[in-house]
């Protein structure tokens, strides 16, 4: 006979381990949290510089996007976790949020209960702050976000450089508005990674009522009539659910597993030789992803962490990590950014920039022999829409990722005006003793079309992914506003695929808010104290 469980959530992500933790501290619900991934035993899992080796496959599915024909046919790496965690186990640990306007466009665009008041509570319920205790950040949460330990005098030279340009020192870019430049704060608890599997899984581990399984594939969600009812595992078993299925798998996991069970766009599915279960379009369309363009300058002498990829220097800084937990294996190679506008008459800031303490820290991304640092700029609120398609019927295979990167040519434009921003920063005086010279997109690049050609071999993912199972109180969403899938019981879905539109920011903390916020909908609908 399957197992059966009240309730089931697939995948353990960012926001699975936040549901998985919330409904099992009712001791009477018994809650089993599956994950494809493996556990997080390596130490790059836990050391904030292991990021340096995250878009390099560690954790990771392993998967590309399609050509991009809007940049040339550029295919990308397009790194989802593959671990318990998800993208918190595997990401630079950057604690934003977005602008208080995203969220105000979601409930004006019918989703009630999303307003920015409505989801602020649920991101300070999740703090352990060691900086703010205010209206905007709380204590005491599982989730930790701290101060960076290991900041280098660049970092404050970007930050003068920027002023220069007249953007402003913002000491919160989480508090009252993301406006300016500043140190980010991390998800990391005493110079440590806190992913949500260590915030919120780890701590309860022992709980009876919560099963915890690694290194199982879903094949596909099982039905009766209209309800979901379980799961068909590859291992041949089952198991079912007394309460709720709650997909956790992320912006492209979620709709290629409900596309494999004969959920999603009935022609597509049909001419891969699937069987429809529930005809809804909506599935896996309507994805939206950052574009990371980048500046890379070379460095006058050793100023940022590039010197410590020699072997003997970064066994120096991993003991230097071990005794006091300070210099390089500390820091996330990150720290450091802001938010600012490449189209003046925006609502809020729509160019963010991540200044990495070195070169080549992301696969495909350009090194310096000689040391050099990198500024990332993208640019938050794309109009460009993709999807997420099925390549066959076998669950082996790699789904068809394609973000339409640039389709819309204001996305083209405001992207490179945000490069352009970058390249200025990084030629203002404070930097000049750091910096030697600028080599990526260098002085060959001049017009817009030299800066087009350069980005289609010079750009990468933000890792954003999210949109791909909208959210809305219109009959062509796939789930309502309390995160039920539309037309059929038994399934919710939470996780970064429930955005109407992409938050201006990096989608972790969104992705954990929306896991608070989830698990309390839940207790509620099943009158779960």
């Known amino acids: 006979m399957p197992e059966t469980f009240d309730f089931i959530i697939i995948g353990g ?46 954790g990771s599915w392993g998967w590309n996007t399609v050509p991009q024909k809007h940049m040339q046919n550029k295919v990308f790496r397009y790194t989802q976790a593959k671990v318990i965690g998800g993208g918190s186990a595997i990401n630079a640990q950057i604690y934003t949020r977005g602008s208080r306007h995203d969220y105000d466009e979601w409930r004006q665009m019918g989703c009630d209960g999303w307003g920015y008041d409505d989801v602020l509570p649920y991101f300070r319920k999740a703090e352990d702050n060691d900086t703010y205790e ?78 915890v399984r690694t290194g199982v594939q879903v094949l596909k969600l099982l039905s009766d009539k209209d309800r979901i009812t379980g799961l068909a595992l590859a291992d041949g078993t089952q198991v079912e659910a007394a309460g709720e299925v709650i997909l956790s798998s992320g912006a492209i996991g979620t709709p290629r597993l409900l596309q494999l069970s004969g959920i999603g766009p009935a022609g597509e599915l049909e001419n891969l030789g699937i069987k429809t279960r529930y005809d809804q379009p909506g599935v896996g369309a309507n994805l939206q992803d950052h574009l990371d363009l980048y500046t890379i300058c070379e460095v006058t002498g050793p100023h940022t962490y590039d010197r410590f990829a020699k072997p003997h220097l970064s066994a120096l800084a991993g003991l230097q990590y071990l005794f006091n937990r300070t210099g390089p ?14 189209d003046k008459e925006a609502r809020s800031p729509d160019i963010q920039f991540h200044l990495g303490l070195g070169t080549g820290i992301e696969s495909g991304v350009a090194s310096m022999p000689n040391g050099g640092v990198t500024l990332n700029a993208c640019y938050l609120r794309p109009r460009s829409r993709g999807s997420v398609r099925l390549q066959s019927s076998n669950p082996s295979d790699r789904p068809l990722i394609n973000p339409n990167y640039l389709e819309d040519p204001r996305d083209r434009e405001l992207s490179i005006e945000g490069l352009k921003l970058a390249q200025s920063i990084l030629a203002q005086d404070p930097l000049s003793p750091f910096i030697k010279a600028e080599r990526l997109p260098g002085p060959g690049v001049k017009t817009d079309e ?80």
Not at 41 to 54: C, D, E, I, R, S
Not at 151 to 158: E, F, K, Q, R, S
Not at 477 to 501: H, K, Q, W, Y
């Open 13 to 58: 992500g960012s926001a699975g381990c936040v549901v998985a933790a919330r409904l099992s501290e009712n001791p009477d619900a018994s809650v089993l949290l599956l994950e494809a991934g493996g556990r997080d035993f390596h130490p790059y899992y836990h050391v904030p510089a292991g990021f340096a080796k995250m878009t390099r496959g560690i």
């Open 134 to 211: 205010n209206a905007f950040h709380g204590k005491g949460g599982p989730l930790g976000v701290s101060r960076p330990r290991a900041p280098l005098p660049i970092c404050d030279a970007y930050i003068e450089a920027a002023a220069q340009l007249g953007i402003p020192h913002n000491k919160d870019m989480t508090g009252e508005k993301p406006d300016g430049v500043g140190y980010y704060q991390l998800t990391q608890r005493n110079a440590r990674r806190s992913s949500a599997a260590m915030a919120y899984l780890a701590p309860n581990r022992n709980r009876p009522n919560l099963t």
């Open 329 to 342: 294996v500390a820091s996330s190679l990150f720290e450091t950014g802001g938010f600012w506008y490449a």
């Open 450 to 529: 030299d800066y087009f050609a350069f980005i289609c071999e010079h750009s990468k993912t933000s890792h954003h992914a999210a949109g791909t199972c909208r959210m809305g109180a219109d009959p062509s969403a796939v789930v309502d506003v309390r995160l039920r899938f539309n037309g059929l019981e038994g399934l919710r879905v939470a996780d970064a695929s429930i955005m109407p539109t992409l938050n201006s920011s990096n989608t972790n903390a969104p992705a954990i808010m929306i896991g608070e916020k989830a698990a309390d909908m839940i207790r509620a609908d099943h009158g779960i104290a």
